[in-house]
Nanobody, 126 residues
Framework: QVRLVESGGGLVQTGGSLRLSCAASERTFSSYAMGWFRQAPGKESEFVAT???????????AYADPVKGRFTISRDNAKNTVYLQMDGLKPEDTAVYYC????????????????WGQGTQVTVSS
């Protein structure tokens, strides 16, 4: 069982930045692909970003189109933590952000993820 705890959410103005963190309890964290999803009020959950396991000195990433170029996902296996650096925030980024862990590799689909955090609220004011 992998326990994931997100932090770093909050209230920020349009154009501002936040860095979300997701700490994992599992010592084999490095073997999991990680993802970030978000759910805005009244909307379905959507994929934000994903990062593969590290190999050959790097970890491939992928992003949803609305956040590409503004958000950066990264991982620190020594700290069992995945991050989501969010720059150039917009009001439409307002949502609860969830991190998730997948045993079978990166995916944009929620059902491919095995473990989920409790979420952290991000609110962007206009």
């Amino acid at each position: 069982q992998v326990r994931l705890v997100e932090s770093g959410g909050g209230l920020v103005q349009t154009g501002g930045s936040l860095r979300l963190s997701c700490a994992a309890s599992e010592r084999t964290f490095s073997s999991y692909a990680m993802g970030w999803f978000r759910q805005a009020p009244g909307k379905e959950s959507e994929f934000v970003a994903t990062i593969s396991v590290s190999w050959n000195g790097g970890a491939p990433t992928a992003y949803a189109d609305p956040v590409k170029g503004r958000f950066t996902i990264s991982r620190d296996n020594a700290k069992n933590t995945v991050y989501l650096q969010m720059d150039g925030l917009k009001p439409e980024d307002t949502a609860v952000y969830y991190c998730a862990a997948a045993r079978r590799g990166t995916s944009r689909r929620e059902r491919e993820y095995d473990y989920w955090g409790q979420g952290t609220q991000v609110t962007v004011s206009s």
